[in-house]
């Protein structure tokens, strides 16, 4: 029985017919997502509630986001594409802050912060029960004091930060997504970021008057999601991931380069 009928998707028959160009592309990327998804399935943490858990539980998000994101590519999504892509960005910012901060333990406040976030967001009044268990979180995971307590000269507490749980690494001690990209590798990251989030928000009309199907908005799109995927798996198990990880890498970084360097001589 199937439970979709192909013919009721909405997909782009226009853009997806595109896509025959890209077959190489294609398959590489869907390999590539399969290497990294054996890898985070091989680090499956015995405790979810630790800082193996909350990596295991951001590269999971990644690797998912990841096949959403390809899914979107074969139905013509285009747009869509890069909307998941700035969430999959997004969590390996995230990831590489956890992985390459692990001596202040950030992931215990990234997971007091998620608490209280939760609770606070669902529009009520926390109940009594919720703010005595947020309470025995500080305590569980010997939160320092001046993460929860507003600090003379700020506006609230670093806790209700969106990116508070970071303080300890933020030497500026600003928390808007953009210096948190500042923390990784400066404002690379933070550009990207920018353009993909123009295809969420109504920031660009220009965005919304072409569908992707450029080769250049075409490769940006399959370099974004490898650019990421490498990232985590090399960040997060590449000690777990076969000898067909580096086969995949070298081959997809040999059309991306061709591509670039077409690029570059072109509008030279």
Known sequence: MEF????????D?????????YTQELNLTKRLIDVADS??????PANTWSFEGVCHSLAKTIVDYSKMAFDNVLLGHFHAVNMIGRSVLENCILLDILINNAEYDLWKYYVVYSYRSTIYKSGRIPSDDELNRLQEMYQDYDIDEEFYVKQSGRN???????????????????????HICKIVDGDAEYHGFQMMSDYSHGTSLFMKMHSSVFVGDMMTMFINLYIEL???VTLYCIDT???SFDEIT????????RYINYEEDYFA
């Open 250 to 257: 070298e081959e997809m970084e040999s059309i991306f380069y």
């Open 39 to 44: 890898g985070v399935k091989n680090k499956a």
């Open 241 to 243: 991931v076969d000898e």
């Open 230 to 232: 490498y990232r985590m």
């Open 13 to 21: 028959k226009y853009n997806a017919f595109s896509l025959c160009e």
């Open 4 to 11: 979709i009928d192909k013919n009721t998707l909405y997909g």
């Open 156 to 178: 609230k507490a670093y806790i209700r930060e969106p990116y508070g749980w970071t303080y300890k690494v933020n030497p500026d001690k600003r928390f808007s997504f953009d």
